[in-house]
């Protein structure tokens, strides 16, 4: 079982930036997907981006791409989610999660999740 706890989400204008973290335990970097997702109000939970801890190779979603960035720390013990340029549609509720197996993969297939942290943009 990996153990995910995610931070640094709050409330920033249009255009303006946020890092969120999440502290994952070790054992979620022998051969992990980590991805991160947001929901928002009435919407379906969706995939912003992941990485391969093996490898690193990273996926972004169309509409993240060229302003998010997702990486890991040396020690791979935190998951980061660096976010510029915000817009107000970026607003939702963002959780860290991971899998084993293929990435990014499917949404239903990632089995570990944080509590999430809020992020809102107005």
């Known amino acids: 079982q990996v153990q995910l706890v995610e931070s640094g989400g709050g409330s920033v204008q249009p255009g303006g930036s946020l890092i969120l973290s999440c502290a994952a335990s070790?054992?979620?970097?022998?051969?992990?997907?980590l991805g991160w997702f947001r929901q928002a109000p009435g919407k379906e939970r969706e995939g912003v981006a992941a990485?391969?801890?093996?490898?690193?190779?990273?996926y972004y979603a169309d509409s993240v791409a060229g302003r998010f960035t997702i990486s890991q720390d040396n020690a791979k013990t935190t998951l980061y989610l660096q976010m510029n340029s915000l817009k107000p549609e970026d607003t939702g509720m963002y959780y860290c999660a991971a899998k084993v197996g293929s990435c990014p993969g499917k949404t239903k297939d990632y089995n570990n999740w944080g509590q999430g942290t809020q992020v809102t943009v107005s």
């Open positions: 990485i391969w801890t093996g490898g690193g190779s990273t």
């Open positions: 070790a054992h979620a970097y022998s051969s992990y997907c």
